[in-house]
């Protein structure tokens, strides 16, 4: 039988790199918006706090691209 293995966790750090990197616009919102998707629906993947797992939401909503004041804010409460 094969697992698939062991969850990686998504922390703190690496959800605020993401929303920075959307931020100071060196990762489009539609690439970071796929991967955040990714995270959400692949089984191999935990966040570490709800902090953690609204940020990677906030990415992954594709209704509409957000602000950079928007990301910034997200950014802000992620690292409160």
Same mark, same amino acid.
Do not use: Q, W
């Given at each position: ?6 969850? +990686?966790?998504?922390? $703190?750090?690496?959800?605020?790199? @993401?929303? *920075?990197?959307?931020? &100071?616009? $060196?990762?489009? +919102?539609? @690439? ?6 990714? @995270? %959400?629906?692949?089984?191999? +993947?935990?966040?570490?706090? *709800? ?6 939401? +906030? ?10 004041? &928007?990301? %910034? ?8």
């Amino acid at each position: 039988m094969i697992t698939d293995g062991p969850s +990686f966790e998504v922390t $703190r750090e690496g959800a605020g790199r @993401l929303l *920075d990197a959307i931020a &100071e616009e $060196r990762l489009s +919102f539609e @690439l970071a918006n796929y991967v955040a998707d990714c @995270l %959400i629906m692949s089984g191999d +993947f935990v966040f570490s706090d *709800d902090a953690v797992r609204d940020a990677v939401h +906030f990415v992954g909503d594709d209704s509409r691209r957000p602000t950079r004041d &928007e990301t %910034i804010k997200a950014l802000a409460v992620l690292a409160a």
